[in-house]
């Protein structure tokens, strides 16, 4: 009984280890969106190099969520992406997916550029935080031990969902 414990513990965190991926930012290589920080997606970016193809390769860009022209105003001004959006490349797209596409004294919070600060981890789920915080909306977040949970993946290493309460 306490062999086949012990295994489940280090089969536990074995995965959880392997699950929690380094999430990559923009231009950077990747094989699926998860690999991608929040408000980026895995597109095929295959280019010509001397004249012949050169394999496909994947890369993290800006997700798209809409078409925009220009600097994203249409008639009489008004926006057309929503707002927190920017219009890069014809596509309505998160304003940042790094602190990096900011301006200076900016950082890059949930895929909006805000004054002053520090950056927060970003993240995809709440394997992606540490302990005892929480992915919300992209950023980590803290909460408490007793947090409400709906499976073991919503609570930190060594806890586990019972009756809707990491424990």
């Known amino acids: 009984?306490?062999?086949?414990?012990?295994a489940a513990a280090l089969l536990a965190l074995a995965c959880s280890?392997?699950?929690?991926?380094?999430?990559?930012?923009?231009?950077?290589?990747?094989?699926?969106?998860?690999?991608?920080?929040?408000?980026?997606?895995?597109?095929?970016t295959a280019q010509l190099a001397d004249g012949g193809p050169v394999p496909a390769a994947k890369t993290c860009?800006?997700?798209?969520?809409?078409d925009c022209e220009g600097e994203g105003l249409g008639p009489n001004g008004q926006p057309q992406c929503l707002s927190g959006q920017k219009c890069r490349d014809s596509r309505c797209t998160v304003q940042c997916a790094g602190s990096k596409d900011c301006k200076e004294n900016e950082?890059?919070?949930i895929g909006i550029c805000q004054k002053g600060g520090t950056a927060l981890n970003q993240c995809y789920d709440n394997?992606?935080?540490a302990w005892p915080q929480t992915c919300f909306y992209g950023q980590c977040?803290?909460?408490?031990?007793?947090?409400?949970?709906?499976?073991?993946?919503?609570c930190g290493y060594g806890f586990r969902c019972i009756n809707g309460l990491c424990q």
């Open 107 to 109: 950082i890059c919070k």
């Open 17 to 44: 280890d392997s699950q929690r991926v380094n999430k990559k930012l923009r231009d950077e290589a990747c094989t699926k969106n998860l690999d991608c920080y929040y408000g980026l997606e895995c597109v095929d």
């Open 141 to 154: 977040v803290t909460r408490t031990e007793t947090m409400r949970c709906r499976s073991d993946l919503d």
């Open 1 to 6: 009984m306490r062999l086949s414990v012990l």
């Open 127 to 129: 394997r992606d935080c």
């Open 61 to 66: 860009q800006f997700k798209s969520f809409g």
